[in-house]
């Protein structure tokens, strides 16, 4: 008989042709009706525990689905000159920081790992500032690496310091 309606299967033959075309035609009006009119106000009672562990793991995919999508919203651009690598350096900061923590970690893992270490051996003969720049550029990406959410302040004090020469300090090619 009908799976959802064994429990109610007469135990006569000729009551039971009856209740299986009822059954098959509940069936079909719940594979057909619209959503709205199998909503239910309240829902199903269930063991305390078992219902909101599922929403805590619904919610936490959700969350971190979310996570994935806003990491994707903003890659730093590929940089040519400290300058540009200073100014992509806060662009990560502050979009990351927009997030809470447990997306701001990924975001800003993310984020770093595209822009990378600044490229201070272009500049190790350097005596017009740049090496100098890169250095202090440096500590501020290795103060992303370990920044937490919240404390982003001291990154942003760090970077924001740092002087970069007039000419932008090209990399060399």
Known sequence: GCCLC?????????????????C????????????GALKVDAPPSAPHGLVA??????????EEAACAVARTQHR????????EYK???????????????????????DCIGYLGTPPCAAF????????AACD???AGHACLVDVKHDNTETCHSKLSAVSVPSSGCEYAN
């Open 124 to 131: 190790v003969m350097d005596t017009n500032g740049c090496k």
């Open 87 to 109: 100014g992509e350096a806060q662009g990560c900061l502050t979009w990351c920081s927009q997030f809470k923590s447990n997306c701001f970690e990924g975001c800003k893992n």
């Open 53 to 62: 562990a599922g929403r805590q793991a619904h919610s936490a995919e959700t």
């Open 6 to 22: 064994r429990s109610l299967e007469p135990r006569t033959n000729q009551s039971n042709a009856a209740m299986m075309k009822s």
């Open 136 to 138: 202090a550029l440096t």
């Open 24 to 35: 098959a035609a509940l069936v079909l009006a719940l594979t057909v009706a619209p959503s």
């Open 76 to 83: 730093p651009k590929k940089t040519d000159t400290l300058e």
